[in-house]
């Protein structure tokens, strides 16, 4: 079944800790990104990718980093986790429409990050 | 730039009656629009969107949105809200002109639906 994946759904762990936040989607889509959800609701975009090899600063700043090595793949890693990281983070892809118009994005179900 | 408003943080509304999430938004050229609804501890399921054609849009779960170019606005709207419809609603806006397909969302509205 196509589909998003976001693995761990919730990841608690100490300051300092290297993590690396898995996302994959198996519908062929071209374009994936990460958003931030802070504790008051509001999601920022902090990553995005067009395709494999291409990588893009989203809106928000982070101190994350992303790869785009498989167009099904587009991992997120913190090389030294802080309180600060503590919020949710959602994977989403999209593609588009025959007709040139982008599609709507689907959404992982989430990481929970909590850094202690 | 793109930008969203949702400007009610939280809706109450009781069971059986309408249910209006307010969107306005702002773009340079003309907008793609978009809600998406989000229930506790997921990620955000796609309701509904304009693109172009008709303002009036019908989207899942029997909502639906109108689009009104004069008031840049795209409310959602439910003619009989259920128990079941109580989460986090978002409203999102592409610019046509803006390359790619960043999304920029507003800042969510709590819909509480009371038995």
């Known amino acids: 079944e196509a589909d998003i994946y976001q693995t761990p759904r919730y990841l608690v762990i100490g300051t300092g800790k290297k993590i690396t936040l898995e996302c994959s989607q198996t519908m062929g889509h071209d374009k994936m990104y990460w958003y931030q959800q802070d504790p008051g609701m509001e999601l920022h975009l902090i990553h995005y990718?067009?395709?494999?090899?291409?990588?893009e600063k989203g809106d928000l700043s982070s101190e994350s980093t992303v790869s785009r090595i498989r167009t099904e793949h587009f991992p997120l890693t913190l090389e030294s986790a802080r309180p600060s990281h503590t919020s949710q983070y959602l994977c989403a892809s999209s593609d588009a429409a025959v007709s040139g118009i982008y599609n709507e994005q689907f959404f992982g179900p989430g990481t929970r990050l909590t850094v202690l | 730039a793109q930008s969203v408003a949702q400007p009610e943080d939280q809706v109450n509304v009781a069971e059986g009656n309408p249910l209006t999430v307010k969107c306005t938004y702002s773009?340079?050229?003309?907008?793609?629009l978009f809600w998406y609804v989000q229930y506790p501890n997921r990620g955000l399921q796609f309701l509904l969107k304009?693109?172009?054609?008709?303002?009036l849009v019908k989207g899942s779960y029997g909502f639906e949105a109108e689009f009104n170019k004069s008031q840049t606005s795209f409310h959602l709207k439910k003619p009989s809200a259920l128990v079941s419809d109580s989460a986090l609603y978002f409203c999102a806006v592409r610019d046509m002109r803006a390359a790619g397909n960043k999304l920029t969302f507003g800042g969510g509205t709590r819909v509480l639906v009371k038995p």
């Open positions: 990718s067009y395709g494999v090899n291409s990588t």
């Open positions: 304009y693109i172009t054609g008709d303002n």
């Open positions: 773009v340079s050229g003309n907008p793609y």
